[in-house]
Structures are given as C-alpha cells and as structure tokens.
C-alpha cells in the first residue's frame, strides 16, 4: 500500500478533479504490474496495473492493491471495479473507501457479490491524506483551502504605499518564490483580492516549475478593476466574484453569488468544480478566510528582512503545526 501511495503522487497535478491513485498487483509475494492515474480523463490507476502485466493468466491467482475503492460507475472511463472482476483477481485491498456519491461503498460491495475477497482500511489516514483536497471537496462541498502569504520578521505583509504607488514589495528569497510556484501548481484554484490585483499587478500563474497554472479568481465587489488586466495575461481563465452581474466575456467570468460572504463564495466555486483554492491575499482576504474558518492550511514565509512600518499581516490565533527552514526564509505551516 505504501508504494500504491508512492505511485499515486506521480500523478499530482494532472488528475484533478480526480482524485490521485496508485495501484500494484502481487502474485506469489511478487509485484507483477503497478501503475497509477496519469491524467484526468485517461485510464484510471488499476487499468494502468492490470495493463503492464506480461502474463494476465496470473491475475486470477493474484491480489491487488489500490489506495482507493475502485470505481463502480461509467464516467470518463469504463467502471475498474468490472474490470477487476473480469479478469478473475480473487483478492483485493484497497486504502481508503471513496466518499464520492457515486460510489462510496458501491465499488466494495460490487466485487464482493462476485465473490472477490476485499479487505479495506489498509493505511486508511496516508491514503485520505494524498486525496485530503479530493474528500475535503466531496464531504464538505467546498474546495479545499490553503492560506498563504509572506511577511517581514516584524510582521508586514507590505510596505506603507505613497502616492498610489504599484508594483510587488517582494519579501520571500528568489528560491522559495519558485516553491510558491510549485504549489500553484498543485492547486485548481488561485484568490486574491482586488486591492491585491490593483496594486501587485500579479500574473498568479506558474513559470518558476513546470507545471499547470491554476484559474484565477478574483474579489472584486464593485467591479473596479479594468478586466483587460487579465486578458493581457496569458488569457488565463479568470472568475470574478461580484455584486454587480453574472456573465462571461472572453476569458473573464463574472461571478456574482447571493452575497459576498467568505462561505457562500466557496459554495459557488464547488458548484463549478474548483476543487482546491491557493489565497495568496490580500491582508483582509485572508482575515476574513481566518474569521469564518474556512481554511484547510496556512502557510506563512518569513523573510529575514524588515519594513517597519507598513501593512500588517493577517492575525493567526494559534501555534504553527511546523516550521521550515528553507534557505534564508522561515515556512510557518498550519493545519487543522
């Protein structure tokens, strides 16, 4: 099961909104096929294992192992619960049941009313923890939240600004700017606000790692911002939450929910499948994500520098979970 686990985080970054998997299949005390889910839309994690098997006449004296309960209905692939009964494989284990309405359970009680032995639960909290944005979307209806930001060793988040002056007030160290670039990555999702957008001007895209960029998501109440700051970016998808209109124009969607409550906004971005969000800023965003505690994780970087006087950092009423060293920046990392 751990490498089923080991497996499955090759595929981080391709497979949202899917959830990742690993699978190995064993005969004799001996892995004969492994194989994990590559990319959203493509052949799932058992396919992949029962493929790179030479000799198939031994899957029906085999076991296999996967993270997560095989599936058991048609969506972008072919149900792997039916595979797996159709080539006879009388033992499987599986990490974790899949929470997801359309199987929970299903895919289980599909192989055992063919008569295949299936044991579960089997490093249960690893292999929740590989797919925590996958079954946070899925039990709590809302994407999975991760805070972030940077701050001066006396606690600024950004200088003091005089006369409407713009640009980024860089704090973090070049190398762990390319790190924050490999957690855009790793996210569906990327928010600011629109004080942030107006003054940073950020790209909020990936170009430090390979990688893909996330949708960028914007707060914008009275939609003051000028949209062309987005169309000229890369023509990224970008979803801009508002109180004014709902519409699409280009590559801009206007958002505009009910209210501007941090937890409706969150119901509205699970309704268009945004499984996981990156907030990046600015101070107030992350207050009000703080406030009504909706937040997964929060990951602060210290930088060695100070700003004295400036804008203060959001307000986190609790110890870190852990702290990082890495290179001459301090990572302060929260969970729940």
Known sequence: MRRCIQLAKMGEGNVAPNPMVGSVIVYNDQIIGEGYHRKYGQAHAEVNAINSVMDKSLLSKSTIYVSLEPCSHTGKTPPCSDLIISYQIPNVVVGSIDTFSEVNGNGVKRLRENGINVTTGILEYECRELNKRFFTFHEKKRPYIILKWAQTRDGFIDKRRVNNEKGMNWISAPETRSLVHLWRSHEMGIMIGRKTAETDSP?????????????????????????????????????????????????????????????????????????????????????????????????????????????????????????????KDKIFEYWK
């Open 203 to 327: 790209q909020l895209n990936v170009r430090d790692v390979v990688g893909k960029s996330p949708i960028r998501i914007i707060i914008d109440p009275q939609l003051s911002l000028d949209y062309e700051y987005t169309r000229n970016q890369n023509k990224a998808k970008t979803i801009v939450i508002n109180s004014v209109k709902s519409e699409k124009s280009g590559t801009v969607d206007f958002l505009r929910p009910k209210n501007l409550e941090i937890p409706t906004i969150l119901s509205e971005l699970w309704k268009l499948d945004i499984q996981s969000i990156l907030v990046e800023g600015g101070a107030n965003t992350l207050q009000q994500f703080i406030i009504s505690n909706s937040w997964d994780e929060i990951r602060i970087i210290e930088g060695e520098g100070f700003f004295l006087e400036g804008l203060k950092a959001p307000i986190v009423n609790r110890l870190p979970n852990n702290i990082v060293e890495f290179g």
